[in-house]
């Protein structure tokens, strides 16, 4: 028997994917989740506490945060949407979004912006909801749509808080669609709105996998895109709608994992040599088993991971638990490494074990024995102005 | 541009799933890789080299080996099996397949019992190929003849090396087709051929995951059968036939991964008590998220994962570096670990870091420095006894 949540009930056929039905689940359980006084801030109770002190210095940079606390008023216009799927007629426009800068506000003050100040995390780059984005609901005009209305919410924002927030996209895919597809909205994100990077779904199914690897050249055009605008990609997938995955934990880590070993066994960084992506959740299972990629890459006769790799895929830290982030750090290079936690995402709760948030990473990098001060400083601060040149600019601005 | 292996050549429409022709590349590259001087045996040069002591005391049962070295007669046959799916009038017969014992012997002499000898493991639980299942191939018909002559040729194994073999079997699954057809072969091989487990795969589609997730009541007539006969699965995929995904690379992790997030989220334990599942590969992702997945219980108002699933789940030690066998040691109770290698198996080569063969993984057990030697041998010896009862009354009788 399945004890599934709405986020990650089955709504799909036995072959071609979803059908509606799912998607008010999910939203309700979003809006549910993330509107009701969230865990997570009842956690906050352990602010008192003493932290670790960083040995770092600089500022510290959260590559990846994403707004799961929006207003209802934002949710609302989704189910909307989604209830107009087949009758277009019915769809409500984008300019039909209303919602004051004070809810706005309102929704942040209590989570994102006082676990950056209780977690001394400067800025965050802040996208829409991972889930939320849920590429497999309606088609490409349902997709482009909800993809604007979302990276708009992000931008305002990032004008109303410029120093704690700074804007990365979500792309208006598709399944079935080609990626090209997305050339203008993230044009428009990055040129008009000052993103600085977008989110890059390797799979818009939502968990059926029938679209081609990131490494097939279906995604070229955007990539040049992409390398134009000089933006990274973090590869992120959104809610399953396959039932045999669990959103956070099992859809996610295995997106990560898979995009890994799509671009080992390709030539995508020799056509791209300064296309550049980061692999959320500590890199998937990948670090994990560091030894079976090297050996993998080794059977096939490639160049050693560092050469063929790493310098287009970087890692963040979202990994909940000290020995997680202590396996990180020894294998990978610190340069490849980029701060994040994910806040406020999939997990919410207190550690009995550690007495602390679950994710709040900072801690576990703070209290890494084998890092020196100036790897904590690459993997808080540095790294992701290299990776993010745009961020480096607005932060020299 | 993808730099694909035979194994996992797209063969798929967008939609349905496999189509005829990746089989052929399938064995084709399954043929070559396995009967031409394998890679591993070339590095068995380094045969030499002192090895660290065990201070575990007891026989080293390795849980997890494949047959990856099957001599051409038996690849040639289904071959033929697959040439003639849609003409049933063609299908080579079981009793069709001829190869003498010596072509047996030699098929192993030189690798995985030179293996075991040089590496001082004392038996193997062996099972087919797990790439070579393939149950997206053909219908149940097919899968059901090949498990069969799978089944009856890892017999003719334990028969020809009693102490080195003990069976564990394929089961003839078939995408759509209800686990219970599966019954019949598993009662076989247990009543008749003295197997002591059996390989169980959560995708049968070959990473398309259109079938119910192992916690449906799809699966619950076999598990019936299982919890009567006493035996455990490893939870194994086989061949991807989904070009997402690289079989060894990503598909094998991401199934360890997704059956154990299935785990988490269901009753089935309290449905099946006695049920027993091995994750292979470490446990895919997990235990490097395991701050995740306490997370994510602990957020769901679960018990501890030590509750929840730990009496019922089991992670093996195919993690081919040093810092991944640590942290599986170290955040998996030691009596949830199983020793394993996979070999012959996914990675083949020389880790130039150590001077060792990367699935050498005893190695990174012997060399643990948090493991007490009773830990070491319930990791090596005890703890297969206790998951596999068949196999402890084996070694007892």
Redesign the interface.
Known sequence: ?????GMDEFAGC???GPRPGFPYAAIDAAASSSLSSP?NIEAMAEAGRPRVSSTSGGPVIDCHGHYTTEPPEFLDWRKRQIAAIGDASQAPSIDSFQVSDDRLRDSVEGAQLKLQRERGTALTLFSPRASGMSHHIGDAGVSTAWSRLSNDLIHRMTRLYPENFVGVCQLPQSP?VEPKNCIDELSRCVNELGFVGCNLN??PTG???????L???WWYPLYEKMVELDVPAMVHVSAAA?????T???HY??GD??A???F?????FT?FPTLRFVIP??G??I??????????A???KLPLLSELLLKNVFFDTC???Q??I??LT??IPAENILFASEMVG????I???SGFN??DTRRYIDASVTLTPDQKRAIFSDNVQRVYPRLRAKLSS
Not at 207 to 213: A, H, R
Not at 242 to 246: E, P
Not at 287 to 296: A, L, M, V
Request: aromatic content about 14%.
């Open positions: 028997m399945f004890r599934g949540t036995f072959c071609c865990t079935g390797p799979d968990g059926y996998w029938t679209d081609p690897p490494t097939d050249r396959n039932r045999n995955f669990h956070t934990g099992s880590i295995n994992t898979t890994f070993m799509q080992l066994m390709s030539d995508l056509d959740h500590g998937g299972a670090p994990y088993h560091w030894g079976r990629y090297r050996g993998i080794q059977d096939q990994v909940y638990h020995a997680g202590d396996l020894q294998v999939a997990v919410k709760g550690d009995p074990e679950f994710d």
